[in-house]
């Protein structure tokens, strides 16, 4: 993915999905430091787009809970151990959309602790 692709899902999904979540006008938009998130065509989007960024650390993946939910289904998917490309992408469908919202939730709640802990250990990995 590049950074053309990453604006056409944030243009298709982003402003939609904050009005749908009533996060505000000045929601903070968090991405990491991902080629993509950085290119000028990006940050050029965001911008017009008025989109508060949160200042993201180079070295801090900790703090970002969707890596949570990316360990999550790559532990599922080795588990199951789909043998084809269609099975493969059918279980990770069905099981990305049936994330439960405590999960998600736990995830926000305890990310005050994640933040402490980056902190104290100077940017550096986290029991999180």
Request: hydrophobic share 35%; net charge positive.
């Amino acid at each position: 993915m590049d950074g053309a692709k990453y604006c056409q899902i944030l243009e298709e999904n982003l402003l939609f999905s904050a009005r749908k979540l009533s996060m505000g006008r000045r929601f903070p938009f968090q991405h990491d430091n991902d080629p993509k998130h950085t290119a000028k065509l990006t940050t050029q989007w965001l911008k017009e787009k008025k989109v508060n960024v949160l200042a993201w650390p180079s070295q801090s993946p900790d703090l970002n809970p969707i890596e949570n939910l990316w360990n999550d289904l790559k532990t599922a998917v080795h588990k199951r151990s789909p043998s084809t490309l269609t099975e493969l992408e059918q279980f990770c469908k069905d099981k990305w959309s049936n994330i439960a919202t405590s999960r998600c939730a736990k995830l926000v709640e305890t990310y005050p602790n994640r933040l402490k802990a980056v902190i104290k250990a100077k940017g550096g990995s986290t029991k999180y």
